[in-house]
């Protein structure tokens, strides 16, 4: 099989839908969705991130691949090649550095992740969760450690960009999203039945009003959905240029948000039940150390205990790497396609960058906290480029996609381009208002009110 490099395209319309939900799925619902769910107050957050998926991501998803699909070229050459002459090509740009931006913290958590496999399949970390919880702190105060780690995640993901992509991408995506699901799936049944876990559930589930108009959880709502479903910086548009013409891009787009949503809010149903069973939790105070400290309290109430956790984090660690692969993509394509860059060497040169700016980041937790925690914003280097790029950049890069299919492009040519080869566009004028006045008006709104309340 081609790599994707030759623009190959996929083998099928399922074999799309794996890559793209291998893209989707990863560190974003398990890790990022509760840790949001936790610091945005619980069910109010799950309510309004619900909402930003259906009315806000879902048309932009079919947007960015539609894109794709017409231009077959990276987010940069695609803007270029359908506005020749304007400056449409630094929406493409803002998602390049976002592929990096986010890939340089990512990496650090999927690091984690791996180390995890080993300590839990050790035993190593297991005890109460006074002690769990400073197990963590003491592993993430290792920073050579974290930094260790994130090269290893980012050798990894760009030795697999060097070879062929996309056979293999398909191939794990295939064994690993149906096992994920199992193992969630046995996760929350036993996480229901912890003494506590219906505190969990309320807290979950029963929506705190007054929190539905908070600024702050609203955009982070927002940031959060754009970050799961890989969208507002062309990680979908470059997946979309090697769809072919034939297949339905709705059903696609529709299967990969289901599969997505599905997935982290199943997540939720595993760490809130048990965040609860532990005497003294506060979901809200754990940041981004949540699931590490919940999890294997969890596992230690299972019977064969090591094993389940380290073949969570074995999961974890591979859909992680399924979304690291798309990240770098971006930067990579992106090397090829406009700079004429070889893919070694693109490859190359990204990833180092990468690791460079991944290396604060790994430390912000470890002894030089201090030297890269920002003055007066108080959070850690890796919450900071979180909060820059996922609740920033991304949603960004989504209201300029919108306003470039909806008002320059234009819906009809993208109508056309869905409808090429006879296949349908269910609901296209309902998209073409959301795409065209929906998206851009709610997503205006969300940063600007953000702004206005920091
Ligand atoms: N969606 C991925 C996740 O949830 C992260 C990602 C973001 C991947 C943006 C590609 C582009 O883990």
């Given at each position: 099989m081609a790599t994707i490099g030759q623009r190959g395209t996929w083998s099928s319309r399922a074999g799309f839908i794996l890559a793209a939900s291998g893209s989707a799925v990863g560190l974003g619902n398990i890790w990022g969705f509760p840790t949001q769910v936790g610091q945005g107050g619980g069910a109010v957050f799950v309510l309004i991130y619900l909402a930003c998926v259906v009315l806000i991501c879902l048309p932009i998803m079919v947007a960015e691949l539609v894109l794709g699909r017409r231009a077959q070229l990276d987010p940069v050459g695609a803007f270029s090649m359908l506005r020749?002459?304007?400056?449409?090509?630094l929406v493409g740009a803002l998602g390049v550095l976002a592929g990096a931006g986010i890939l340089s913290f990512y990496s650090v958590i999927a690091g984690w992740s791996v180390a995890y496999i080993w300590y839990t399949a050790t035993g190593a970390v297991t005890g109460d969760a006074d002690a769990i919880g400073t197990f963590f702190g003491t592993f993430t105060a290792n920073g050579p450690l974290s930094v260790g780690l994130a090269l290893l995640v980012l050798t990894t993901t760009g030795a697999v960009l060097l070879g062929g992509v996309q056979s293999g991408i398909e191939r794990v995506t295939k064994l690993l999203m149906p096992a994920l699901i199992a193992l969630l799936l046995i996760l929350a049944v036993r996480a229901a039945t912890l003494p506590g876990a219906a505190a969990g559930l309320a807290y979950y589930?029963?929506?705190?009003?007054?929190?539905?108009?908070?600024p702050a959880v609203i955009n982070a709502a927002l940031g959060q959905a754009f970050f799961s479903l890989s969208l507002g910086m062309g990680a979908m548009l470059t997946y979309g240029s090697y769809l072919?013409?034939?297949?339905?891009l709705i059903t696609a787009a529709c299967w990969v948000v289901a599969l997505d949503t599905s997935m982290a809010l199943l997540a939720g149903f595993i760490i809130f039940p048990s965040g609860f069973s532990?005497?003294?939790?506060?979901?809200?105070?754990?940041?981004?150390?949540l699931i590490f400290a919940v999890l294997p309290r969890l596992f230690s109430t299972l019977p064969g205990g090591q094993l389940f956790g380290a073949a969570f984090f074995i999961l974890l660690t591979m859909a992680a790497l399924t979304s690291t692969i798309s990240l770098l993509e971006v930067p990579v394509a992106h090397c090829i396609d406009?700079?004429?860059?070889t893919r070694r060497k693109a490859v190359i040169l990204v990833t180092t960058g990468v690791f460079l700016l991944a290396i604060p980041s790994a430390l912000g937790?470890?002894?030089v906290a201090a030297l890269t925690r920002m003055p007066g914003i108080g959070v850690d280097f890796l919450t900071m480029m979180g909060t820059i790029w996922n609740n920033f950049a991304l949603p960004v890069g989504g209201l300029l996609t919108a306003v470039f299919v909806g008002w320059v492009w234009r819906v009809d040519q993208a109508i056309d381009e869905v409808e090429t080869h006879g296949a349908s566009f269910p609901a296209k004028r309902l998209w073409s208002v959301l795409i065209r006045y929906v998206c851009p008006v709610a997503i205006s709104v969300i940063i600007v009110y953000t702004i206005v309340s920091l």
């Open positions: 020749p002459g304007s400056s449409w090509w589930l029963r929506p705190d009003f007054s929190r539905l108009l908070d072919s013409k034939r297949e339905s532990i005497e003294g939790f506060d979901p809200s105070a754990s940041g981004p150390g406009v700079h004429k860059w937790n470890g002894a």
